[in-house]
């Protein structure tokens, strides 16, 4: 499979419907808001202060990363380059391309981390040790 780079993760801005004074509603739809379709949705919460998550890379996985409340950083490494995204807003959401070693840290107090995932969850396709990421990241 293609090997992405840290240029190719963006944020995406996600539709924002806005009533007056009812507050807002944000919708993503297969087939429309991202390229691919979601199979699973999970999300972080009660993260204590100063904990970090993440850690490791997907191989296959794309993903949709959204501060769905509060705020967070999302560094993500390539095996060359590094770039940190900070979310913050429930209408905006990070991208994640495949073979992206990804670090969750700053976690605001009733942080809630959103994931829309390309696929099932497959332990198999998960890369939890750096070094073997790198190597990973070579074999093209
Ligand atoms: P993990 O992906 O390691 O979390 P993080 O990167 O945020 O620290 O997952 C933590 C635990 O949850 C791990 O035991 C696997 C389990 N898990 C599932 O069972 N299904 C899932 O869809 C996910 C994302 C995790």
């Not at 850690?55 to 990363?65: G, M, V």
């Not at 380059?81 to 994640?96: A, H, I, K």
């Not at 969750?104 to 990421?133: H, K, P, Q, T």
Request: aromatic share 12%.
């Amino acid at each position: 499979m293609a090997k992405y780079n840290v240029f190719d993760c963006t944020m995406v801005e996600l539709d924002r419907h806005h009533s007056d004074r009812k507050g807002n509603l944000t919708v993503v739809e297969n087939g429309k808001t991202l390229p691919f379709d979601v199979k699973r949705v999970y999300y972080l919460y009660d993260v204590p202060g100063g904990e970090n998550r993440g850690s490791h890379a997907h191989r296959d996985l794309s993903q949709l990363i959204v501060a769905a409340s509060g705020s967070f950083r999302v560094t993500l490494d390539d095996g060359t380059c590094r770039r940190s995204f900070f979310l913050n807003r429930p209408y905006q959401g990070l991208l994640v391309k495949p073979g992206m070693w990804r670090d969750l840290e700053d976690f605001s107090s009733g942080a809630v981390c959103m994931v829309l995932a390309s696929d099932e969850y497959n332990a198999d396709d998960y890369i939890r040790d750096y070094s073997e990421f790198i190597n990973f990241r070579n074999e093209e």
